[in-house]
């Protein structure tokens, strides 16, 4: 087999571990605002700490950009017969507010074996499936999280 035939048999194995991989990585993005914003924390007075994890509810303002199709739209009804306004209405800022939950894990406490198995599970993995997948995802993501020395996260939740 050429050097040719090998780069192509590569790229197609790596093609098909992506799908997967990118399928799983879609459900997971999409599942964690649906869970982020599911927690209440009004009752805490937007800040919770428990005893392995904490969370809080943050509001910031942020200057935005206008969208395309709001710059356009825009442009259409005040110059339409214009075109060199369009560029500064599209890129005029407008202030927008965003709001976050932020949490992370108390030093010196972890999540347990089945924390991580229910998550799999919900993902569509059988429970024995999920039981032999952990350790190799567990090791995985021990070493990314030490690279990256990550302490706390956020997600975008309105």
């Known amino acids: ?6 780069q192509l048999i590569q790229l197609i194995a790596t ?17 964690k605002p649906k ?8 009752e805490f007075g937007g800040s919770f ?7 809080r509810i943050e509001s910031e303002d942020t200057m935005k950009a206008r969208g395309m199709r709001d710059g356009v739209e825009m442009f259409k009804q005040e110059y339409p017969t214009h075109g060199t306004i369009l560029e ?22 972890r999540l347990t074996g089945d924390d991580y198995m229910g998550v799999m599970t919900d993902l569509g ?25 990550e302490t706390e996260r956020s997600v975008l939740i309105g």
Do not use: Q, W
């Not at 093609?15 to 599942?31: E, F, N, V």
């Not at 700490?49 to 969370?55: I, K, W």
């Not at 567990?138 to 030490?146: P, Q, T």
């Open 1 to 6: 087999m050429g050097n040719t035939e090998r």
């Open 15 to 31: 093609d098909r571990i992506d799908k997967p991989i990118s399928s799983m990585s879609g459900k997971l993005k999409r599942a």
């Open 35 to 42: 869970l982020a914003k599911a927690i209440d924390l009004s």
């Open 49 to 55: 700490v428990g005893d392995r994890a904490y969370g």
């Open 88 to 109: 500064g209405m599209i890129a005029e800022k407008r202030l927008e507010s965003e709001t976050h939950l932020y949490f992370g894990m108390h030093e010196g406490r």
């Open 125 to 149: 993995f059988t429970p024995a499936v999920a039981e032999r997948l952990y350790g190799e995802l567990m090791d995985i993501s021990y070493k990314l999280a030490r690279s990256r020395d």
